[in-house]
């Protein structure tokens, strides 16, 4: 139970596409989704294919059974909305699922999923098989209320096509949602997200490029880019991931364990972490 705090679990880490290989069998190989648990509510950020190991007995409410779910998608490249046809939440009709996604290049949410996943690339359109109750809403610039007690607040980033980064605020908790985005491309973005992101208790955050391998233009941040970020942002932990394909185990746990020795006298954050898939953060 979670009387007053906050729980994040990480059920896909890796960024561009789901990869399968033993170099990067620690922090995982499934694409993007992350969820948001608080005492009464659900909330899940982006349906790549870790969103497909989700079940409803990995959540315990003190309201009871589940009866709605929100999911934030914060743009619709494939490795954030792919696993979304087997989001198993999908399949009970006493649920509710509110979709939220970024209105970009003149076309809703809903026009976005239903495009995506026409018969020529999925069977069915989702809406068609669905059993749960589905709501398609537009993430809208500013304050969103969902529940009771949870805020959410967007910000557009600097990533081809767009991509909405989210502040989740609950019971005085901060969470920071920021992905996919290029740092370092242009100051008053970065200086303006930095301003979003300050105070954060947990910034969760895009790190797809190792510091030697960055490619300007794909949309993407490197390890440096990131804590340069925090530094300058006052955050509390903060949460590495969107790895790279070819950024292995190895070198995730050398640069985790480099930057933790920079952060002992750089104070880049109050503590620096790679996530991994099946990591948990309580807040």
């Known amino acids: 139970m979670l009387p007053s705090g906050v729980k994040i679990k990480f059920w896909g880490c890796r960024g561009s596409c789901p ?22 509510e659900i909330v899940f950020f982006d349906a790549g294919t870790g969103i497909c190991n989700v079940s409803e007995s990995d959540f315990v409410l003190e309201t009871g059974s589940i009866k709605r779910v929100y999911l934030f998608l914060s743009h619709y490249h494939m490795d954030h909305i792919v696993g979304l046809p087997f989001f198993k939440f999908l399949h009970n009709k006493n649920i509710e699922i509110n979709i939220y996604g970024p209105k970009l290049l003149g076309k809703t949410c809903e026009n976005w999923i239903d495009d995506i996943f026409k018969p020529a690339a999925h069977p069915l ?15 809208c610039e500013g304050f969103m209320q969902i529940g009771k007690h949870i805020t959410v607040n967007t910000f557009l980033l600097n990533h081809p096509g767009g991509s909405y980064g989210y502040r989740i605020s609950h019971n005085e908790k901060n969470i920071c949602y920021i992905t996919d985005v290029e740092l370092g491309k242009d100051k008053e973005h970065d200086e303006c997200l930095s301003e ?7 910034l969760i955050i895009d790190s797809f490029f190792a510091d030697k391998e960055i490619e300007a233009g794909w949309g993407h941040s490197s390890w440096n880019e990131c804590c340069e970020l925090a530094k300058n942002s006052e955050i509390k932990k903060l949460i590495l991931f969107h790895h790279g394909l070819n950024v292995t185990d190895e070198l995730i746990f050398e640069m985790e364990k480099n930057y933790n020795k920079r952060n002992k006298t750089e104070m880049i954050a109050s503590e620096l972490i790679a996530a991994f898939e099946g990591m948990e953060v309580l807040l």
């Open 125 to 139: 359109l989702i809406k068609e098989f669905a059993k749960a109750k589905l709501n398609f809403l537009d993430s």
């Open 19 to 40: 990869a399968w290989n033993k170099g990067i069998s620690h922090f995982g190989s499934n694409s993007l989704c992350v969820s948001l648990q608080t005492d009464d």
């Open 196 to 202: 979003f992101v300050k105070g954060s208790d947990a």
